[in-house]
Protein backbone atom coordinates (compact mmCIF):
# COMPACT_ATOMS: atom_id res chain seq x y z
CA UNK A 1 0.00 0.00 0.00
CA UNK A 2 0.51 3.65 -0.55
CA UNK A 3 1.15 4.19 3.43
CA UNK A 4 1.71 2.85 6.72
CA UNK A 5 -0.68 0.29 7.69
CA UNK A 6 -1.72 -0.25 11.50
CA UNK A 7 -4.09 -3.32 12.65
CA UNK A 8 -5.92 -3.71 14.25
CA UNK A 9 -7.18 -0.24 14.89
CA UNK A 10 -9.08 -0.74 18.09
CA UNK A 11 -8.14 -3.31 20.60
CA UNK A 12 -10.16 -3.99 23.78
CA UNK A 13 -8.61 -6.58 26.20
CA UNK A 14 -8.69 -7.48 29.23
CA UNK A 15 -5.62 -6.40 31.77
CA UNK A 16 -3.36 -9.31 32.36
CA UNK A 17 -3.67 -10.30 28.74
CA UNK A 18 -0.80 -9.94 26.07
CA UNK A 19 -1.03 -8.05 23.04
CA UNK A 20 0.28 -7.70 19.79
CA UNK A 21 -0.10 -4.91 17.35
CA UNK A 22 0.69 -4.50 13.89
CA UNK A 23 2.72 -2.46 11.57
CA UNK A 24 3.28 -2.68 7.82
CA UNK A 25 5.67 0.29 6.93
CA UNK A 26 5.85 1.84 3.40
CA UNK A 27 7.70 -0.40 0.98
CA UNK A 28 11.87 0.12 0.97
CA UNK A 29 11.32 2.71 4.42
CA UNK A 30 14.65 1.41 6.50
CA UNK A 31 13.53 3.03 9.57
CA UNK A 32 10.45 2.02 11.98
CA UNK A 33 9.18 3.84 15.14
CA UNK A 34 6.94 2.90 17.76
CA UNK A 35 5.06 6.15 19.67
CA UNK A 36 2.48 6.05 22.15
CA UNK A 37 -0.28 8.83 22.98
CA UNK A 38 -1.91 8.39 25.82
CA UNK A 39 -5.01 10.58 26.93
CA UNK A 40 -3.92 13.97 27.18
CA UNK A 41 -0.08 13.65 26.23
CA UNK A 42 2.44 14.31 23.69
CA UNK A 43 4.04 11.35 21.51
CA UNK A 44 5.84 9.30 23.73
CA UNK A 45 9.01 7.55 21.53
CA UNK A 46 8.98 3.98 22.56
CA UNK A 47 11.04 1.95 20.04
CA UNK A 48 13.34 2.52 16.84
CA UNK A 49 14.51 0.30 14.19
CA UNK A 50 17.09 0.93 11.56
CA UNK A 51 17.96 -1.45 8.55
CA UNK A 52 19.87 -4.15 10.57
CA UNK A 53 20.75 -2.31 13.07
CA UNK A 54 20.13 -3.31 16.63
CA UNK A 55 16.72 -1.57 17.61
CA UNK A 56 16.73 1.64 20.30
CA UNK A 57 14.46 0.30 23.00
CA UNK A 58 15.65 3.22 25.26
CA UNK A 59 11.11 4.36 25.28
CA UNK A 60 10.21 1.10 26.42
CA UNK A 61 8.24 1.37 29.46
CA UNK A 62 8.92 -1.61 31.57
CA UNK A 63 9.47 -5.22 30.27
CA UNK A 64 6.13 -5.92 29.77
CA UNK A 65 7.02 -4.52 26.41
CA UNK A 66 8.72 -6.09 23.04
CA UNK A 67 8.72 -5.50 19.84
CA UNK A 68 10.17 -7.35 16.56
CA UNK A 69 11.05 -6.20 12.79
CA UNK A 70 10.90 -9.38 11.07
CA UNK A 71 12.65 -9.03 7.47
CA UNK A 72 13.21 -5.03 7.85
CA UNK A 73 9.73 -4.58 6.97
CA UNK A 74 6.83 -5.85 9.28
CA UNK A 75 6.92 -5.15 12.96
CA UNK A 76 4.90 -6.32 16.05
CA UNK A 77 4.57 -4.66 19.14
CA UNK A 78 4.02 -6.75 21.83
CA UNK A 79 2.68 -6.14 25.30
CA UNK A 80 2.45 -9.03 27.78
CA UNK A 81 -0.04 -8.91 30.76
CA UNK A 82 -1.76 -5.66 29.94
CA UNK A 83 -2.56 -2.89 32.70
CA UNK A 84 -5.20 -0.27 32.39
CA UNK A 85 -2.26 2.32 32.09
CA UNK A 86 -1.50 0.80 28.96
CA UNK A 87 -4.05 2.01 27.54
CA UNK A 88 -3.27 4.26 24.22
CA UNK A 89 -3.32 4.65 21.02
CA UNK A 90 -0.17 3.00 19.52
CA UNK A 91 1.40 4.99 16.17
CA UNK A 92 3.75 3.50 13.85
CA UNK A 93 6.10 5.74 11.51
CA UNK A 94 8.33 4.52 9.19
CA UNK A 95 11.31 6.76 7.13
CA UNK A 96 13.27 6.45 3.93
CA UNK A 97 16.33 8.07 6.27
CA UNK A 98 14.54 11.62 6.62
CA UNK A 99 10.78 12.21 7.01
CA UNK A 100 8.38 10.00 9.10
CA UNK A 101 5.03 8.68 7.40
CA UNK A 102 2.79 7.91 10.32
CA UNK A 103 -0.38 5.33 10.33
CA UNK A 104 -3.44 5.66 11.54
CA UNK A 105 -2.18 3.98 15.13
CA UNK A 106 -4.29 1.31 17.33
CA UNK A 107 -6.00 2.29 20.20
CA UNK A 108 -5.92 0.24 23.10
CA UNK A 109 -8.29 -0.16 25.54
CA UNK A 110 -7.69 -2.28 28.65
CA UNK A 111 -10.52 -2.91 30.61
CA UNK B 1 12.63 15.17 31.68
CA UNK B 2 10.20 16.98 29.43
CA UNK B 3 13.26 17.82 26.41
CA UNK B 4 10.26 19.53 24.00
CA UNK B 5 7.66 21.60 25.80
CA UNK B 6 4.13 23.41 24.48
CA UNK B 7 3.07 25.10 27.42
CA UNK B 8 -0.18 25.66 25.92
CA UNK B 9 -2.25 23.16 25.73
CA UNK B 10 -5.12 25.06 23.19
CA UNK B 11 -5.70 28.01 21.49
CA UNK B 12 -8.88 29.66 19.71
CA UNK B 13 -8.58 31.94 16.84
CA UNK B 14 -10.94 33.38 14.56
CA UNK B 15 -11.02 32.90 11.09
CA UNK B 16 -8.76 35.24 9.12
CA UNK B 17 -6.56 35.42 12.11
CA UNK B 18 -3.10 34.74 12.74
CA UNK B 19 -2.01 31.42 15.09
CA UNK B 20 1.25 31.37 17.20
CA UNK B 21 1.59 28.04 18.16
CA UNK B 22 4.77 28.13 20.60
CA UNK B 23 7.38 25.16 21.32
CA UNK B 24 10.49 25.25 24.00
CA UNK B 25 13.31 23.09 24.19
CA UNK B 26 16.16 22.34 26.45
CA UNK B 27 18.76 20.12 24.51
CA UNK B 28 20.98 22.54 22.81
CA UNK B 29 22.36 19.49 20.78
CA UNK B 30 18.82 19.26 18.82
CA UNK B 31 19.80 20.29 15.45
CA UNK B 32 16.31 19.81 13.14
CA UNK B 33 12.87 20.88 14.25
CA UNK B 34 9.59 19.74 12.84
CA UNK B 35 5.55 20.35 13.67
CA UNK B 36 2.91 17.78 12.28
CA UNK B 37 -0.58 17.96 12.85
CA UNK B 38 -2.73 15.67 13.73
CA UNK B 39 -6.66 15.30 13.53
CA UNK B 40 -9.01 13.03 15.61
CA UNK B 41 -8.53 9.15 14.46
CA UNK B 42 -5.72 9.84 12.40
CA UNK B 43 -2.21 9.77 12.29
CA UNK B 44 0.41 12.89 12.91
CA UNK B 45 1.26 14.37 9.55
CA UNK B 46 4.24 16.47 8.52
CA UNK B 47 3.38 20.07 8.43
CA UNK B 48 6.30 22.09 7.96
CA UNK B 49 10.49 21.55 9.04
CA UNK B 50 13.17 23.88 9.83
CA UNK B 51 16.93 23.46 10.40
CA UNK B 52 18.87 25.10 13.20
CA UNK B 53 21.13 26.68 10.43
CA UNK B 54 18.47 28.96 9.77
CA UNK B 55 16.07 31.21 11.54
CA UNK B 56 12.72 30.97 9.38
CA UNK B 57 11.43 29.06 6.86
CA UNK B 58 8.09 29.46 4.71
CA UNK B 59 5.57 27.26 3.09
CA UNK B 60 2.53 28.67 2.22
CA UNK B 61 0.54 30.33 4.97
CA UNK B 62 2.40 28.24 7.39
CA UNK B 63 5.76 29.86 8.79
CA UNK B 64 8.07 28.27 11.51
CA UNK B 65 10.37 30.43 13.78
CA UNK B 66 13.59 29.09 15.45
CA UNK B 67 15.69 31.22 18.20
CA UNK B 68 18.32 28.98 19.17
CA UNK B 69 19.57 31.28 21.71
CA UNK B 70 16.00 31.23 23.62
CA UNK B 71 15.41 27.24 22.30
CA UNK B 72 12.14 28.49 21.13
CA UNK B 73 10.36 27.74 17.96
CA UNK B 74 6.58 29.04 16.62
CA UNK B 75 4.77 27.85 14.02
CA UNK B 76 2.47 30.98 12.72
CA UNK B 77 -0.49 30.12 10.76
CA UNK B 78 -1.96 33.11 8.76
CA UNK B 79 -4.70 33.33 7.67
CA UNK B 80 -6.35 30.65 9.75
CA UNK B 81 -8.86 28.49 8.35
CA UNK B 82 -11.25 26.86 10.17
CA UNK B 83 -9.90 23.51 8.26
CA UNK B 84 -6.70 24.03 10.14
CA UNK B 85 -8.46 23.22 13.66
CA UNK B 86 -6.35 20.47 15.08
CA UNK B 87 -3.42 19.14 17.37
CA UNK B 88 -0.12 20.41 16.17
CA UNK B 89 3.01 18.75 17.85
CA UNK B 90 6.62 20.21 17.78
CA UNK B 91 8.79 18.17 17.64
CA UNK B 92 13.17 17.43 17.86
CA UNK B 93 15.24 15.49 16.18
CA UNK B 94 17.51 13.44 18.06
CA UNK B 95 19.49 13.57 14.30
CA UNK B 96 21.76 13.91 13.12
CA UNK B 97 19.59 16.34 10.64
CA UNK B 98 16.39 15.13 10.26
CA UNK B 99 16.97 10.92 11.10
CA UNK B 100 16.92 9.01 13.95
CA UNK B 101 14.19 9.54 16.81
CA UNK B 102 11.76 12.54 17.32
CA UNK B 103 11.28 13.95 20.86
CA UNK B 104 7.68 15.09 20.46
CA UNK B 105 5.86 18.08 22.96
CA UNK B 106 2.43 17.46 24.49
CA UNK B 107 0.71 19.21 21.96
CA UNK B 108 -1.39 22.19 20.88
CA UNK B 109 -4.97 21.83 20.13
CA UNK B 110 -5.86 25.04 17.34
CA UNK B 111 -9.24 25.75 17.24
CA UNK B 112 -10.26 28.25 14.46
CA UNK B 113 -13.57 29.62 14.95
CA UNK B 114 -15.35 30.60 11.51
Known amino acids: GAGVSQSPSNKVTEKGKDVELRCDPI?????LYWYRQSLGQGLEFLIY????????KSGLPSDRFSAERTGGSVSTLTIQRTQQEDSAVYLC?????????FGSGTRLTVV | DQQVKQNSPSLSVQEGRISILNCDYT??????FLWYKKYPAEGPTFLIS?????DKNEDGRFTVFLNKSAKHLSLHIVPSQPGDSAVYFC?????????????FGQGTTLQVKP
Open chain 1, 93 to 101: ASSPGGGYT
Open chain 1, 27 to 31: SGHTA
Open chain 1, 49 to 56: FQGNSAPD
Open chain 2, 27 to 32: NSMFDY
Open chain 2, 50 to 54: ISSIK
Open chain 2, 91 to 103: AASAGPGNTGKLI
